[in-house]
């Protein structure tokens, strides 16, 4: 755990990059929700205040005052046992608070914690619940991203939001099989470092030999794909994705545009030419099952990710493993609200590893475990083959 003094530098440190993050949007772009997977940034801002609140200053600072009332029911997000909330779909009906308001309520929550951390000599559990804090805001900053570049991305006009943003790293290297041999492995967090509680459990599990790709599948490689009629042959897919394409007309992933017969991307530097040899983002669970079934091959489970994740680059993308999304042995959720960040969800979601290069930086490690269900594609999500 980090001592009181690192903690103080780290929340800090996370505050601020929040709002650098929102510093480059118009304040149109604060309030717009264009599904229920997307919230507005404003929202975002509240949220991760509210937390510190919630969680901290109101129940461990004597004689803290609320900012205001209204707070937790407008920025709580599933937490059922704290409160009612406003419901998710309507997060961008919310034209106020405004924007400079939920700045104002930053400001004073930030004040009140760097106090408390600077001034009180704090419990080892309040300091674990602040680092958590901390770091739920850092998931938030990825979500800032993706959810502004899907706010951005679904605008006709495909507005800039900067011209500093990196998607499209190049794999600057030749595709190579690294082989696993069978046996015994350990996975689940080893170390004292901070990590979520859906990472505890550690355990051994057997593995059959197997290979995995050193090289995330490209553009171009997935180009072939389409071109090969791939989202037309039933063959490939899962009912459920089958019928999920048919329903939505997916014929590509998500921000791709045939412009006279070019493709076309957009990324958070605006609409720009498809490139290639990218990693291939922006697609679901389901179109990773599908291409590795037309290449005769399959996704890897997260355990042979996890396995092999030192022999190959990952960070860039957000992987779909093969994994349902479950409790290691021995999972117990913490008590109180806090036990419902990660343990209520596992059900119906497939297990994502590595990180993206929305990722807040040391955000994540070889034990990280995402969850998403297979039909959501807004994150940077891509895949790596296995067989």
Same mark, same amino acid.
């Given at each position: 755990m980090m001592s009181q003094q690192e903690l103080l530098e780290f929340f800090n440190e996370t505050r601020a990059k929040s709002e650098r993050i929102c510093s480059f949007l118009e304040t149109e772009d604060y309030v717009v929700q264009p599904i229920v997977d997307i919230s507005p940034p404003k929202w975002h801002l509240g949220h991760t205040t509210w937390f510190f609140e919630e969680f901290v200053l109101k129940d461990h600072q004597e004689n803290y005052?609320?900012?205001?009332?209204? +707070?937790?029911?407008?920025?709580?997000?599933?937490?059922?046992?704290?409160?009612?909330?406003? /419901? %998710? *779909?309507?997060r961008g009906n919310l034209s106020r608070p405004t924007v400079a308001w939920v700045y104002d309520y930053r400001t004073y929550v930030t004040k009140a914690m760097d106090k408390v951390l600077k001034e009180?000599?704090?419990?080892?559990?309040?300091?674990? @619940? $602040?680092? $958590?804090?901390? &770091? &739920?805001?850092?998931? &938030?900053?990825?979500?800032?991203? *993706?959810? $502004?570049?899907? @706010?951005?991305?679904?605008?006709?006009?495909?507005?800039?939001?900067?011209?500093?943003?990196?998607?499209?790293? $190049?794999?600057d290297f030749k595709r190579e099989w690294i082989n696993i041999a069978e046996g015994v492995y350990e996975f689940g967090h080893k170390s004292d470092d901070f990590c979520y509680d859906n990472e505890l459990g550690k355990h051994k599990r057997y593995l059959n030999e197997y290979q995995i790709s050193n090289k995330l /599948?490209?553009? %171009?490689?997935? @180009?072939?794909?389409?071109?090969?009629?791939?989202?037309?042959? /039933?063959l490939l897919w899962h009912a459920e994705g089958w019928d999920w394409i048919n329903e939505n007309k997916i014929k590509s992933p998500s921000y791709w545009h045939n412009i006279n017969g070019s493709w076309n991307q957009y990324t958070l530097n605006g609409l720009e030419e498809l490139v290639p040899d990218a990693p291939l983002s922006h697609i679901s669970y389901y179109e990773a099952f599908a291409y590795a079934q037309w290449k005769g091959m399959r996704l890897p489970t997260e355990f042979e990710w996890e396995a092999a994740q030192?022999?190959?680059?990952?960070?860039? %993308?957000?992987e779909w493993t093969e994994s349902a999304y479950s409790p290691y042995p021995g999972f117990k959720t913490a008590e109180g609200a806090l036990g419902e960040y990660n343990g209520?969800?596992?059900?119906?979601?497939?297990?994502?590893?590595?990180?993206?290069?929305? *990722? +807040?930086?040391?955000h994540t490690r070889p034990t990280y475990r995402n969850f998403f269900h297979p039909n959501l594609r807004w994150q940077f999500t891509g895949l790596r083959l296995a067989k």
């Open positions: 005052r609320l900012f205001d009332k209204n +707070s937790a029911y407008v920025f709580n997000s599933y937490y059922e046992s704290v409160g009612d909330k406003v /419901v %998710r *779909t309507n009180e000599e704090l419990s080892e559990k309040l300091l674990g @619940i $602040i680092e $958590i804090g901390c &770091h &739920h805001e850092k998931q &938030h900053q990825e979500l800032l991203l *993706t959810d $502004i570049k899907y @706010i951005l991305g679904n605008n006709p006009l495909f507005p800039e939001y900067n011209d500093q943003f990196r998607e499209n790293p $190049i794999q /599948v490209t553009n %171009r490689e997935y @180009i072939e794909f389409m071109e090969a009629g791939g989202y037309e042959d /039933v030192n022999y190959f680059k990952w960070g860039s %993308r957000w209520k969800f596992m059900v119906n979601q497939k297990v994502l590893r590595g990180g993206s290069v929305a *990722t +807040s930086r040391n």
